[in-house]
Nanobody
Framework: QVQLEESGGGLVQAGGSLRLSCLVS????????ITWFRRAPGKEREFVAH????????TYADSVKDRFTISRDSAKNTMNLHMASLKPEDTAVYYC????????????????WGQGTQVTVSS
């Protein structure tokens, strides 16, 4: 049974950086598409970044493009999200999720989620 656990969240000033990790247990990280989502206060969960498990193609939400980088560490069995030039509007709970198929931007495509990690960006 696959499980996901996020870590690395915290409080950072605007313009700063954070690195989130999603530890995959029960299967190797490349067995699934692992995607990052976030939920800001008062908003719905939204897509952040995705990496195709076969070709390694990455896709980002427009709001984080050129600031966030998703990467896979097979040695540690993690999918990471490096966040730079953080803005107050990046404040949210960040989640990783795993899927086998379906639209990678659709929440319903994912069969397992981590518990989330809080990122707070102060102005």
């Amino acid at each position: 049974q696959v499980q996901l656990e996020e870590s690395g969240g915290g409080l950072v000033q605007a313009g700063g950086s954070l690195r989130l990790s999603c530890l995959v247990s029960g299967r190797i990280v490349s067995a699934y598409d692992i995607t990052w989502f976030r939920r800001a206060p008062g908003k719905e969960r939204e897509f952040v970044a995705h990496m195709d498990r076969i070709y390694g193609v990455t896709t980002y939400a427009d709001s984080v493009k050129d600031r966030f980088t998703i990467s896979r560490d097979s040695a540690k069995n993690t999918m990471n999200l490096h966040m730079a030039s953080l803005k107050p509007e990046d404040t949210a709970v960040y989640y990783c999720a795993a899927r086998n198929s379906g639209d990678y931007r659709s929440l319903s495509s994912y069969f397992v989620w981590g518990q989330g990690t809080q990122v707070t960006v102060s102005s």
